[in-house]
């Protein structure tokens, strides 16, 4: 089965049924290239196939990395109680809920079961398991600590999923609610105003300046409605591909995120969070800090701690103490540095910096909860305003109907 991997053949995953030796029906999935290798395999296990089926490959909701973080701890918590690797992820696939996820796991296990290192058989899928996550496998592996090391990693994946979660919720609210908004608006402005404009003109009353520019938006959003929507998703749709693939565009934007009133304190407090849990997971792991820092950047998700991680990346290399090299950085805050410094001082670098991350962890609980607070009136208070506009800006003419009438 290896050797048709090498040589360029797609390996499927079959759902077999078969009777063992002893007469007992058994049933199990297997990957192979085709049908008769399945049959051929089973059979040099004593098995005597009745049904081979091969698995659909679509299905499933896609991975998340909160089904990474929940698969880590299920292992670590496997492989202390002193489950076989192997068996481990048997287990963790058949209870696993997600399709796909369980086939992810049944490829990672075929790879391990024909003599690939659990952290090579990781690489095989970087859209899952990212550099930070393979290198702790590995420094697990190499140093013979690997369900110390999963534990840390379930621990890691576990925080950094609550802080991503905590930043969502802190966005999506407003973006909701402004998202609904404008669709509110466009009704009121296609629909309603048109509707108000008929009555008015029969009247042959000279109208309010407000009610006037109200009606013209209103023409305006009737008549090109289409490019308005149009222009606001391609727009859209053009920021976030570039975005995503221009890296100029991506520092660009990190950068004016951090500077964003109260929005980017919340992002800076989060980049550190993160920037200073994965540097303590890495270096408590007995990595290498030069090696370590390599993960660290790309962590933090922000691109202007990833070009100061860099910096820091080549003073440490040429001789620089970790702090100095920070400092020199000039993005993180003194309570970092402190902690740092001391970090060195006293060789536990590790747990200094964890209590850091922690520190900047509950910082981050209390922006979220400081924001939802502030934006509840805030967008009130816009909403209100704007659409209160409209309403009142069309009811202006009614005071003169009177003395038409």
Not at 66 to 74: E, G, L, M, N, S
Not at 270 to 296: K, N
Request: hydrophobic letters at 50%; a positive charge; one cysteine or more.
């Amino acid at each position: 089965m290896a050797t048709a991997a090498a040589k360029g053949v797609k390996d499927f995953v079959f759902d077999w049924e078969g009777k063992d030796r002893n007469g007992k029906i058994v049933k199990g999935e297997l990957r192979a290239g085709g049908e008769a290798m399945v049959s051929a395999t089973l059979r040099r296990q004593g098995i005597l196939v009745n049904k081979v089926k091969k698995r659909r490959a679509s299905g499933g909701s896609s991975i998340k990395q909160k089904d990474i973080a929940v698969f880590t701890r299920q292992l670590a918590t496997m492989m202390r109680a002193g489950v076989p690797l192997l068996q481990a992820f048997d287990i963790v696939a058949r209870g696993a809920t997600n399709p796909r996820l369980a086939r992810l796991l049944n490829d990672i296990r075929q790879d391990v079961e024909t003599g690939t290192s659990l952290s090579a058989a990781f690489r095989k899928h970087p859209m899952y398991f990212d550099a930070l996550y393979c290198n702790l496998v590995e420094a697990g592996e190499t140093g013979g600590i690997l369900e110390a090391l999963l534990d840390r990693l379930a621990i890691y994946q576990e925080k950094t999923v609550a802080l991503k979660n905590k930043i969502k919720s802190a966005l999506t609210y407003p973006i909701a609610v402004l998202t609904v908004a404008f669709i509110v608006v466009a009704v009121i402005m296609i629909f309603v105003i048109p509707a108000f404009k008929e009555v008015f003109t029969s009247f042959g009353a000279d109208l309010p300046a407000p009610t006037l520019i109200v009606m013209a938006m209103s023409e305006f959003f009737v008549s090109y409605w289409y490019i308005i929507f149009g222009s606001i998703g391609g727009g859209l749709y053009f920021f976030i591909q570039t975005w995503k693939r221009s890296e100029k565009m991506q520092k660009r934007m990190d950068r004016i995120l951090l500077k964003i009133p109260v929005f980017g304190d919340l992002m800076y407090k989060s980049a550190v969070a993160r920037w200073t849990r994965t540097l303590s997971t890495m270096f408590a792991a007995g990595v290498p800090l030069v090696e370590a820092l390599d993960s660290v950047g790309g962590a933090s998700g922000n691109a202007v701690f990833q070009e100061a991680t860099e910096q820091i990346q080549r003073d440490v290399s040429t001789g620089s103490a970790l702090t100095t090299s920070m400092q020199t950085t000039g993005i993180f805050p003194t309570m970092v540095l402190q902690m740092a410094s001391i970090g060195e001082e006293s060789g536990s670098l590790d747990h200094m910096l964890a209590k850091a991350a922690e520190f900047y962890e509950d910082e981050v609980d209390e922006a979220v909860k400081a924001l939802s607070s502030l934006m509840e009136p805030f967008i009130i208070v816009i909403l209100g305003g704007l659409i209160g506009g409209i309403v009142v800006s069309m009811y202006l003419p009614i005071f003169k109907i009177g003395a038409v009438v």
